[in-house]
């Protein structure tokens, strides 16, 4: 095999996965339509007073420049492992612009004392019910917790996880996007 | 071109090797297209692969999780769970339910688990490839079991949402409903919760305390102060400490009858407030009120019988006698401010029938009612030396009273649309006015004649508005001649308020979500046939025009409860909602407003008030 024959087959190989990588990241994309969940008006409790009030807030209003999106609820053993990770990324990248929504399947009367315990500091929003159907929308119709999605700045997805993200992902992530 | 170009990746390699081991350069263009399209399409296989591979190990909820259920011939439940390989399922989250009032299932029994450590909950106790639950189960025929249970899978650590399947099984015949300690979870866990519970026990008895003495300030209660008076006014010359006496045998009817209510709601969980709204039983405490009222403006003594009176004065004292009838007509008048403060005694009941426990259910309404007769008590203890220095114009206090206790027949006759309400006040209030100007013609103090005249002249006043509007088809007394302005303003302009009716908690759930997505506020009522203050609201809050215009962009949800079923049962536990009047609701986001949540009839200012707090 001649040295050109070579340098041509790595080209190819180098194109191949590429064009691959685009194919499918492309239709990737093109399953989630995030804007049912950024468009999703959901109850936010201020943890930081007493006797704050609570408010509606769109999702999108609470869009950084790299923003993970976390699903979970008070059952799900496995969220409750990863979110005190999510809080230590958080207080360390929010400065550079790195967000953290959770998402709760879940009542703030029933999540109310796990968070305390677990001293969250970043957002949470509460879709009880409808959460479910958010999560439908952005692929993941069985409503399999917990689950997670990396998004840019407008709201397109970057990443997606289902089951525990491990600190290992989120730096992964961090690196790649911001 | 001798070589075609191969589709399956596995030929492709193996030719191209060759291919390339022949060496032919004049042939090596061909060779890196084939490469290119093959190599594009394994990598574009194996990405797809990839990602689908995401997906793909995760099992479907009821392949990962199947159950069945059985019932053997001894009458017990075995649900076994087959939990697929990685997949786990929690204990505390086993549950089984039935629908069928006429099915017990007794405390369900575990196998030993596998203790997992959880970060947050210390440990939890779960299960791997599979679960077999007992229970007693008691009952007969063809039964549907909602069965609940909730897992997750280990080596991706991802939960599947809280699952509640529907299983129906047959239960063999000859099985007995199950006993009561049977039904009780076993000696360790009741004293876990037996603590929070007195907690709460004794929370529940002091809140109906004082709501009860909040009652006795209200025109429903008040009217029982003459009855007692009267009572006392028949003893000759009583001590202080005698008409107290008497006055407390009286409360002690009130807080029997209350008290045998609250055990029953309790215990059966029936609805108590239904009977407190069924047309013969307000038809019955009307004549009774009737009656009443006629004794109030001195046409007879309210009295025991004279055969039972005789009889007990020959067993013992006479004395005994005034308290047993003194106990007697408590028993009888609970049942008049019963129906006089449903509202309030529907949470009260709603309460003792959520908790389900009979003792809990008897102290609550026990308490409201010992809260309810405080001041009858009070009364009774300084009725005696007030009342024979009364003399004369007890009489009038008496009669006014009696016209009062005409007003609570009247308002409790309103929920039947037969009945021309407004002509009815109109008679009695023309009736009050009258009688009180003739009052004040023979009162010699000038202050107190003024006054008197002016009450009087206000009731007549009131009365005629009431019997022009009685005329021309209204019904609200405090706004008598709102039918007539509407005849002269548009007509037969009839605007009604359209309501999703609906029994069913899906069509709920669906209209919610419609509501949701059009942004549209939603205000959700539960409504009975038997619910008096539902049908109040209907007929006034709901006519006015101003709420019909606050609400033209609502949607508006009515659940008919009427009919106790599963449905109805479903729907009232999803809200949370122990039965009607209750009105919820829901800011264009679909957030429930649950500060806005209210039972009992609305009047059209409050409604308007609570439609403006809600959250667009």
């Known amino acids: ?178 | 071109m001798s070589t075609p170009i191969p589709f399956s990746s596995m030929s492709v390699f193996n030719m191209t090797l060759y291919k390339i081991d022949s060496s032919r350069p004049s042939k090596s263009k061909l060779i890196a297209i084939s490469l290119l399209l093959n190599l594009l399409l394994v990598s574009m296989a194996t990405q797809a692969q990839f990602w689908a591979k995401k997906d793909r190990p995760l099992l479907p909820e009821d392949e990962a999780f199947a159950v069945t259920a059985t019932v053997s011939d001894a009458g017990v439940l075995s649900i076994d769970w087959s939990i697929a390989d990685d997949y786990y399922m929690y204990r505390d989250q086993f549950a089984v339910e039935t629908a069928s009032p006429d099915v017990s299932i007794g405390p369900l029994s575990f196998p030993q688990g596998v203790i997992e450590d959880d970060p947050e909950f210390g440990s939890v106790e779960v299960y791997f490839f599979n679960a077999a639950l007992t229970a007693q189960i008691g009952g007969r025929g063809a039964v549907e079991l909602l069965v609940k249970g909730q897992g997750c899978n280990k080596p991706v650590g991802v939960c599947y949402p809280p699952i509640a399947r529907t299983i129906a099984v047959e239960l063999p015949a000859g099985l007995t409903a199950l006993a009561a300690d049977e039904l009780e979870p076993s000696a360790e866990q009741t004293a876990e919760v037996a603590t929070e519970q007195s907690k709460t026990f004794l929370g529940f008895m002091i809140s109906a305390f004082f709501a009860g003495i909040l009652l006795s300030f209200t025109p429903c209660v008040l009217p029982m102060i003459p009855i007692l008076a009267g009572i006392i006014a028949g003893q000759e010359s009583p001590s202080r400490w005698r008409s107290g006496w008497l006055a407390i045998c009286y409360v002690a009817g009130t807080v029997v009858t209350y008290i045998a209510a609250g055990a029953v709601a309790g215990a059966t969980g029936a609805q108590l407030q239904a009977w407190f709204q069924n047309v013969w039983v307000i038809g019955a405490i009307c004549a009774l009120l009737i009656l009443l009222a006629l004794s109030l403006f001195g046409l007879f003594r309210l009295e025991l019988p004279s055969s039972i009176q005789t009889r007990l004065n020959a067993a013992g004292s006479g004395t005994k006698s005034a308290s047993i009838s003194s106990f007697t007509l408590g028993l009888i008048s609970a049942l008049v401010v019963g129906a006089c403060v449903s509202p309030v005694l529907i949470l009260a009941l709603g309460t003792a029938i959520t908790q389900g426990d009979p003792v809990l259910g008897a102290a609550i309404m026990g308490s409201m009612a010992t809260g309810m007769g405080l001041l009858l008590i009070l009364f009774g203890l300084g009725a005696g030396w007030l009342l024979p220095r009364a003399g004369a114009w007890m009489e009038h206090v008496q009669i006014v009273f009696g016209f009062m206790v005409l007003g609570v027949a009247i308002y409790l006759l309103a929920a039947f649309p037969a009945v021309p309400v407004l002509l009815l006040w109109a008679a009695l209030l023309l009736c009050s006015g009258f009688y009180l100007w003739s009052l004040a013609t023979t009162v010699i103090k000038p202050l107190a004649s003024s006054l008197l005249k002016t009450a009087a002249a206000g009731l007549l006043i009131w009365g005629g508005m009431a019997l022009v509007g009685g005329a021309s088809k209204g019904d609200d007394i405090l706004q008598p001649l709102s039918a007539v302005g509407f005849a002269a303003k548009g007509g037969t302009n009839e605007a009604k308020l359209v309501f999703n009716k609906t029994t069913k908690l899906a069509q709920v759930e669906s209209q919610l979500e419609q509501a949701k997505l059009a942004r549209q506020p939603v205000m959700l009522d539960f409504y009975a046939e038997w619910c008096l203050d539902c049908k109040r609201m209907h007929r006034t809050t709901f006519k006015s025009a101003s709420v019909q215009a606050a609400l033209s962009d609502w949607r508006l949800i009515e659940v008919d409860v009427t009919q106790t079923s599963a449905d109805s049962e479903a729907v009232k536990q999803f809200f949370d909602v122990f039965g009607p009047p209750a009105t919820l609701f829901f800011s264009a986001s679909g957030q429930e407003q649950k500060q806005l949540r209210q039972y009992g009839y609305i009047n059209e200012a409050n409604f308007l008030s609570l439609l403006g707090q809600v959250k667009r």
């Not at chain 1, 191949?16 to 995030?34: K, L, P, R, Y």
């Not at chain 1, 969940?37 to 509606?56: C, N, Q, T, W, Y």
């Not at chain 1, 929010?94 to 500091?121: C, H, W, Y």
Request: aromatic fraction near 8%; hydrophobic fraction near 45%.
């Open chain 1, 1 to 178: 095999m001649s040295a050109s024959t070579k340098v041509l087959l790595a080209l190819v190989a180098v194109a191949a996965f590429g064009v691959g990588w685009v194919v499918n990241s492309a239709s990737i994309e093109s399953e989630f339509d995030t804007s049912t969940m950024l468009k999703a008006e959901l109850l936010e409790v201020d943890r930081s007073g007493p006797d704050s009030e609570p408010k509606i807030v769109p999702v999108q209003d609470k869009l950084e420049k790299l923003t993970l999106v976390n699903f979970w609820a008070s059952w799900c053993a496995p969220c409750r492992e990863e979110m005190p990770m999510f809080e230590t990324m958080y207080r360390q990248h929010t400065a550079s612009g790195f967000q953290v929504i959770g998402i709760a399947i879940d009542s703030p009367e029933k999540t109310r004392a796990m968070l305390d315990s677990m001293d969250i500091s970043y957002p949470i929003l509460y879709a009880e019910k409808t959460g479910m159907q958010i999560m439908e929308s952005v692929g993941n119709p069985n409503g399999l917790l917990p689950y997670s999605l990396v998004l840019d700045e407008r709201g397109a997805v970057l990443e997606q996880k289902v089951g525990t993200v491990h600190a290992e992902d989120v730096n992964a992530w961090l690196e790649t996007y911001l």
